[in-house]
Nanobody, 123 residues
Framework: QVQPVESGGGSVQAGGSLTLSCTTAGFDGSLFTMGWFRQAPGKEREGVAGIAVNDYTEYAASVRGRFKISKDNAKAILTLQMNNLKPEDTAMYYC?????????????????WGQGIQVTVSS
């Protein structure tokens, strides 16, 4: 089964930037909603950013203005640009996909998940 694969995670100091990528080959970006989710130790997974089939985007309040989600359908890549990172952004980040239209930050509506990648922000 085709599975999205995340890359670009790592460790950075507070105030720094990271760009996460997710290969989405096999999933038509014009048909699939895509999103980024994260889970910190001891916390529930939460929606970070989502992008609809028409490129409409939505962000969690905690990252709005700092993170940007985008996709390149031709290259089959989903990207999350993360700026001004904070220690509270430390988490495992997952990309997820679902066919059709759905609430962008509702993880229960996504059924295709990557394995996740760690992002650590030190103070």
């Amino acid at each position: 089964q085709v599975q999205p694969v995340e890359s670009g995670g790592g460790s950075v100091q507070a105030g720094g930037s990271l760009t996460l990528s997710c290969t989405t080959a096999g999933f038509d970006g014009s048909l699939f909603t895509m999103g980024w989710f994260r889970q910190a130790p001891g916390k529930e997974r939460e929606g970070v950013a989502g992008i609809a089939v028409n490129d409409y985007t939505e962000y969690a309040a905690s990252v709005r203005g700092r993170f940007k989600i985008s996709k390149d359908n031709a290259k089959a890549i989903l990207t999350l640009q993360m700026n001004n990172l904070k220690p509270e952004d430390t988490a495992m980040y997952y990309c997820a996909l679902a066919r059709g239209w759905l609430p962008l930050l509702d993880e229960d509506r996504y059924h295709i998940w990557g394995q996740g990648i760690q992002v650590t922000v030190s103070s």
